[in-house]
């Protein structure tokens, strides 16, 4: 008696191959490593947005007025509202925007991060967001979306629409 040899044809070893090949297309796809980033990216300019608009809040309630805007008797503004932040100590550093997707309209452009004021107590501090992510949450006709803090709202979000300082933003989505 002689022992047969068991194992896989070449042609059920293409088979799993193939199968194996379209499950890993078929993850990749689920995955979308370009979108992870583009949410990795976004995920920063929120946080930034916050801490900024958040310093910018602290200030105001330490001098009375926002930086950047020269004239008031109890200001110690300067002509750049980064100087402002860094020199009275609310912030460190300005923090740095990853791959910038925008321009800014209205205002100044400070590492990215788009600052403007109506030369009174209302300011927006706001950076254009890049994934489909967060352009859908503001709905389907949605093109851009943005990270924004707002004095007038004294809170952040995303809106679909790039602000103004001294008006009501509408936010959408979380």
């Given amino acids: 008696m002689t022992a047969l040899k068991r194992g896989f044809t070449l042609i059920e070893l293409l088979i799993v191959m193939?199968?194996?090949?379209?499950?890993?297309?078929?993850?990749?796809?689920?995955?979308?490593?370009?979108?992870?980033?583009?949410?990795?990216?976004?995920?920063?300019?929120?946080?930034?947005?916050?801490?900024?608009?958040?310093?910018?809040?602290?200030?105001?309630?330490?001098?009375?007025?926002?930086?950047?805007?020269?004239?008031?008797?109890?200001?110690?503004?300067?002509?750049?509202?980064?100087?402002?932040?860094?020199?009275?100590?609310?912030?460190?550093?300005?923090?740095?925007?990853?791959?910038p997707a925008g321009a800014c309209t209205p205002?100044?452009?400070?590492?990215?991060?788009?600052?403007g004021n109506d030369g009174t107590e209302n300011f927006v501090v706001y950076a254009e967001l890049e994934s489909e992510q967060r352009i859908r949450s503001c709905g389907a006709a949605a093109t851009t979306a943005f990270s924004v803090f707002s004095s007038v709202d004294a809170r952040g979000g995303v809106s679909a629409t790039e602000p103004t300082a001294g008006t009501a933003v509408t936010f959408c989505g979380p």
């Fill in 107 to 115: 205002g100044s452009d400070v590492n990215g991060w788009c600052y």
């Fill in 18 to 99: 193939a199968i194996l090949g379209v499950l890993a297309v078929v993850v990749l796809v689920a995955i979308n490593p370009a979108e992870q980033l583009r949410r990795a990216r976004d995920s920063g300019r929120i946080s930034g947005t916050q801490q900024i608009g958040r310093a910018i809040s602290a200030y105001f309630t330490a001098n009375g007025c926002i930086p950047g805007v020269v004239g008031a008797a109890t200001c110690p503004a300067t002509t750049a509202w980064d100087d402002d932040l860094t020199l009275s100590e609310e912030l460190q550093t300005i923090p740095a925007l990853i791959d």
